[in-house]
């Protein structure tokens, strides 16, 4: 994308749209708390601003019919704001809806595509409602200042503006186009730019400002409401100067600069009239427009401004960096980490007498690479609360379309994950809502008759568990009816009539692609497409899903995913000649058994007591078909480790090698998935290992002994 003048404008076009998704969610999380109550005093100013950031950069590139549908929505806010209109909870519906309009006019931006001419329709109908005059808003605000009573005309005057921004005031998260923006709304505005400090090309600075502005104004609204246009920059960021010129017609011949006959641009509605009045603008434009961030609050804001771009005053340095940058530093970082890993390998055989500077130095590398792969982590670490604010709207939506009664409880929404994981969590945490409310919640009146509260729960919680990342979905619906997922199992030919099934097996039924027990198709369920999305998703980031359900009393999901997807710590294993990496988190000991503590159990298999406790043995050479192995489990060495489910189960091996860092490398995109491990690594001597899925094991492990007792 270029502007008139031929500037590459396509990098602040995928800025504008990064801070768009931004806004946009902040603003869903705002309205979410105005349906429930629960909103501030600054909560619907918030939510103006984020509309308002929305459009002042729509303006900039000229989106036309976003910048239209933001402008009605944020008159709309406006009145909400000012008190000409009633919040209530019939009007937060509407603002939903509206979020979701402007969510899909920016989509189309961005895509490049056109919605509808009357995409929309109904929600600007009731914006225009809000706003007081019934009919649409047009895209000029000249146009949409309210019609004056015919008993009591208004005066309109004229005021003179000097705006001159100082050189860092877009550093402060401050931009003149906004302000721009924001007196249009009052009136009807002429613009002059003083471009006499406008640098050659080569020399602009895109964080400076050079640009000076003088404006008239004509207008109903006085000096107040122009005060207000720059209360967060005066004197401490800009030079502002206002003066009135005189009632309307007054002011039109005062300035040489700003004629009375001065044309509207053709094209491009409000937001793009700044473009077309002054030549030199365009190459100061793609330093300011772009941000879009709303001005800096004089209170502390709420998160909601911040998100929106408010500050504080205090100044916190923060730069926008393409995540693409990230994942490549990220990469460095794991290929350091192996060349650490191979020259500590090759100083393996020397001591600290022999070399003692290059232990010293392989020491302090060995700590440097730590600590460096830890920053790199914690930059791409994110709170959950981004996705779980999804949730809210979510159950509010399908309660009322199922015409159930859920509440919300949600836990741990500052708890920290990989950003890409994050990403990956969207889509199952939506199916698993969905289906905690369709299938699991009962009506009022089902609930009632067993003696339920008629409002259902459902707890959304997440936590840091192990070295891992829990996530779980849990509700007091009616639990899975066991009976009816294995006959709908048998009519699909999953599983053959008469086939024994743990209650375990049977929940994991409902994972199967295309599995429903829903008696009919809606747009809610029952195509039996969502729940198999579920396991892929979480599996394709070395994650597990998890069931458990109690009929009539709910289920739990449990979603179990790596805290990162780059670097782990890990315990070096021997089996035979093959070696294995345990993830670190996972061990809880390691010990070499007695012939004593060596039992073998009906119905479980080979045991080991370890200090009054039966603990399930799983030789690993067994569970791979390794050659050469020791198979004695008393010459050989155990590891218990702890799965996320909090069972403990010994693994033998040969012998430990040794505590190490390694990076993660998986086998889906490099091979293919395979049980029981969860990815790969490449050792100092170059050599391939696999890292265990412990959890994995366990489940391997006993369908082993289920089927072998079978076979007896």
Known sequence: MTDDQGYDLSQFKATYFEECAELLATAEETIARLQDGMAGDDDLNAVFRCVHSIKGGAGAFAFDDLVHFAHVFETALDALRSGRAELSPQVADILVRGTDVLGDFVRAAQDGSTLEADHGSDVLAHLNALIGGGAPVAAKPAAAKPAAPAAAPVTHAVWRIVFTPRPGML??????????????????????????HLPALGDMDPAESYLSWTFTLVTDKGRAAIDEVFEFVAGDSADVGIEPAGEEGEGWGLFEAAPAAAPAPPSGGEEGDGWGLFEPAPAAAPSAAPQAAAPKPATAPTAAQQAAGGGTGVHTASIRVDLDKIDRLVNMVGELVITQAMLGQQASGFTV??????IQGLQELSHHTRELQESVMAIRAQPVKALFSKAPRLV????SKLAKQAKLVMSGENTEVDKTVIEQLSDPMTHLIRNALDHGIETPEERMAVGKPAEGTIHLGAEHRSGRIIIEITDDGRGINRARVLEKAIEKGLVERGQQLTDEQIDMLIFAPGFSTAAEVSDVSGRGVGMDVVRKNIQDVGGRVVVQSTPGAGSRFILSLPLTLAV???????????????????IVESFRPTAQQARS??????VL???????????LHGIFGIRGAITDVTRGLVVVVETEGGDRIGLLVDELLGQQQVVIKSLDSN??????????????DGRVAL???VSALRHMAGLAAEAAMAAQ
């Open 691 to 693: 890292i265990l899925d």
């Open 601 to 606: 159990l009906v119905d479980v298999g080979d």
């Open 568 to 586: 782990m710590d890990g315990m070096l294993v021997a089996v035979g000649n093959e070696r294995y990496v345990l993830p670190l988190t996972n």
């Open 171 to 196: 550093r402060t998260g401050n931009d003149p186009l906004l302000m721009i923006r924001e007196l249009e709304t009052l009136g009807t505005l002429t613009i002059q730019a003083d471009t006499a």
């Open 396 to 399: 509010r939506d399908l309660s």
């Open 671 to 684: 091979y293919r998935p395979v049980e029981g491990i969860s990815a790969a690594t490449i050792l100092g």
């Open 609 to 619: 007591t370890l200090r009054g406790q039966y603990i399930r043995l799983l030789p």
């Open 353 to 358: 007498e022999s070399h003692p500077e290059l």
